[in-house]
């Protein structure tokens, strides 16, 4: 009999088959570890401080509902805000951000990141399909069915004792609505952009590898065979940040990441995230948080004693 997943509904965690809760922070092109049972890759994200989520992408669709959260996203340059009580629908392959509102503190939002090579079995046009929550062959009956399923999901994670034969009948009947409601249409990408997205995704992928090194615009730029000031124009149109502000951003998510799950000096933190010196790092998180990276990792480990 297979042992039960491990939910933990308060913290952003993986869920697998082995009863452990891995903190994770969107690696840029994902390679989750999938359970072998369920369609998807669940993420229930309740943690303080609010995180931003840098541009990133997923081989399988994605969706992300919010209970109580104001949600910003970019995504393949489109700009989209969703209120509480609604989700957002992500392509395929698509370059999205995630922006929370930060004055919510105890966010109450779920994730869905359905795997590619899976869904592409039941699905194959998968990477040549657009899909979006306001498809004009949606109805707003199909929009409610598919929030009122969101919601039956929370209900059976937040059970001590899950229902796993519910659980898999709700995701797949999510997926099932989102393949036969909410297709918009086939991409229809010129080459030329067809080639810029796809050098993004590698640009993303090359970022993941290397932020705890020296990135300038002008080495990325050269990398991937672009001008310098070309590159920074795709860059910003794509993450609407430059790319020096999106690495820096980049790292301190890593570095909060390391914070929280790691005993680690705060110092060698900051080197092993590609952050010139311990002051750099200490002024670029106090901008961002608000806060020390010591206070943030008291704040942290007090969050986890009560609860």
């Avoid at 891995?22 to 570890?33: G, N």
């Avoid at 795997?115 to 109805?139: A, H, N, V, W």
Wanted: charged share 30%; net charge negative; hydrophobic share 30%.
């Amino acid at each position: 009999m297979k042992k039960d997943i491990e939910l933990v509904v308060k913290k952003n965690v993986e869920f697998n088959d082995n009863n452990s809760a891995q903190f994770i922070y969107s690696d840029l092109y994902q390679p989750l570890s999938w359970p072998d049972e369920y369609p998807c890759f669940i993420q229930i994200h309740s943690e303080w401080p609010v995180q931003d989520v840098p541009l990133h992408w997923h081989h399988g669709p994605e969706l992300i509902y919010s209970r109580n959260q104001e949600i910003r996203f970019i995504v393949d340059t489109e700009k989209t805000v969703i209120h509480p009580g609604e989700c957002i629908l992500i392509s395929s392959g698509a370059i999205h951000n995630v922006e929370p509102k930060k004055e919510i503190r105890n966010q109450d939002v779920m994730s869905l990141t359905f795997k590619g090579t899976y869904i592409e079995k039941l699905y194959p046009k998968l990477r040549q399909t657009k899909i979006c929550f306001m498809s004009p062959d949606s109805t707003d009956e199909d929009r409610k069915e598919l929030i009122d399923n969101c919601e039956k999901l929370y209900s059976i994670l937040e059970q001590d004792s899950k229902d796993y034969f519910a659980l898999n009948e709700v995701l797949f009947h999510i997926l099932g609505l989102i393949f036969n409601c909410f297709v918009c249409k086939e991409r229809n990408e010129t080459q030329s952009s067809k080639y810029n997205h796809d050098k993004m995704s590698l640009v993303l992928q090359y970022v993941e590898e290397h932020y705890q090194e020296e990135l300038t615009v002008q080495s990325i730029a050269t990398e991937f065979g672009y001008s310098r000031e070309y590159f920074s124009r795709l860059f910003k149109r794509y993450a609407d940040v430059s790319f020096k502000q999106y690495i820096n951003e980049f790292r301190l998510m890593k570095a909060s990441n390391e914070l929280y799950t790691t005993d680690k000096r705060i110092a060698d933190i900051a080197y092993d995230n590609g952050f010139a010196d311990e002051k750099s790092f200490y002024a670029s998180f106090k901008k961002k948080y608000n806060m020390t990276p010591l206070e943030y990792r008291k704040n942290k480990y007090q969050e986890i004693s009560d609860q």
